[in-house]
Nanobody, 122 residues
């Protein structure tokens, strides 16, 4: 059973926009940073964006300036707004809840959603 629930994935054309959301329990949401990750077939999973409990955001270079991650504490939900999409953004996007580590890998996920497919047509 997935601990987090993603929604909003789908098909969008190149240059278009799409928003995906992730809901968590209050217990998980209030105690963890939240992240979005993506994995395309045959490729490694990569982190896309992370938001801290206090709302500080971190973005991968590949999406910086195009994607925006926000946190809604009243609804225990984070939303990733994706703009100027290209086929390279096509992947299964997964939500996570976790902690900053301070190590070489700066973030470690504890909880995961099942993922939602985002497909950008060329």
């Amino acid at each position: 059973q997935a601990q987090l629930a993603e929604s909003g994935g789908g098909l969008v054309q190149t240059g278009g926009s799409l928003s995906i959301s992730c809901e968590a329990s209050k217990r998980i949401f209030r105690s963890n940073a939240m992240g979005w990750h993506r994995q395309a077939p045959g490729k490694q999973r990569e982190w896309v964006a992370i938001i801290s409990i206090n709302g500080g955001t971190f973005y991968a270079d590949s999406v910086k300036g195009r994607f925006t991650l926000s946190r809604d504490n009243a609804e225990n939900k984070v939303t990733l707004e994706m703009n100027s999409l290209t086929p390279e953004d096509t992947a299964v996007y997964s939500c996570s809840a976790g902690k900053f580590t301070g190590g070489s890998d700066f973030y470690s996920a504890t909880y995961w959603g099942q993922g939602t497919q985002v497909t950008v047509s060329s």
